[in-house]
């Protein structure tokens, strides 16, 4: 069954660098997002990516962030400027018409 | 904020039936009814999810009310590695769409060997 795909499966940063990390959705798939998971709470939902534009965002995902696909295959989400509060799990998620979102397994992030 | 209720934690033994209640009572007419789950820190993984009748797959059943107030997801043969947290979310869209899946707390459900 295919699956989303998100690399690496741990980052560690320093504070104030940038970090970028990736997926690869369902090949078929047109909808893209992005969600996080500070530890022991909610997961919260970041951007939604369609047709090379970002479709709908939350508050979290403020001038610091950024989305890309940067080709056919790969999605990614920048962060510009890591803070401590940028700890957390991310997760890439996409979906297609009719079908429910499938996500990946995640990016541990942590700064510090 | 999440449009949906659910106890924070259940029990169940292995083998039984686990039945897990939502309640979305302001529910619209064009919102369908979500389940997901989240083993351990593990991105969620989608179960099922209906608009009004009553759905089945090889993973679950999915109960909606008549009013569409409330609904139950059920795992019929319950086993250990059904142990994880399960959400119940509504959203307008049956596939596709802008916007995010908004997830509350769910249930943590324990199966119990």
């Known amino acids: 069954e295919p699956e989303v795909t998100q690399t690496p499966s741990h980052q560690v940063t320093q504070m104030g660098q940038e970090v970028i990390l990736r997926c690869v959705p369902i090949s078929n798939h047109l909808y893209f997002y992005w969600y996080r998971q500070i530890l022991g709470q909610k997961v919260e939902f970041l951007v939604s990516f369609y047709n090379n534009e970002i479709s709908e965002k939350s508050e979290i995902f403020d001038d610091q962030f950024s989305v890309e696909r940067p080709d056919g295959s790969n999605f990614t989400l920048k962060i510009r400027s890591t803070k401590l509060e940028d700890s957390a799990m991310y997760f890439c998620a996409s979906t297609g018409p009719n079908q429910p979102q499938h996500f990946g397994d995640g990016t541990r992030l942590s700064i510090l | 904020d999440a449009k949906t209720t659910q106890p924070p934690s259940m029990d169940c033994a292995e083998g039984r039936a686990a039945n897990l209640p939502c309640n979305h009572s302001t529910i619209s007419g064009n919102e369908y009814v979500y389940w997901y789950r989240q083993i351990h820190s593990q991105g969620p993984q989608y179960i099922i999810h209906g608009l009004k009748n009553n759905e089945t797959n090889e993973m679950a059943s999915l109960i909606i009310t008549e009013d569409r107030k409330s609904s139950t997801l059920i795992l019929p043969h319950a086993t250990l590695r059904d142990t994880a947290v399960y959400y119940c979310?509504?959203?307008?869209?049956?596939?596709?769409?802008?916007?995010?899946?908004?997830f509350g707390k769910g249930t943590h459900l324990i199966i119990q060997p």
């Open positions: 979310i509504v959203r307008v869209a049956s596939g596709g769409g802008a916007d995010g899946l908004t």
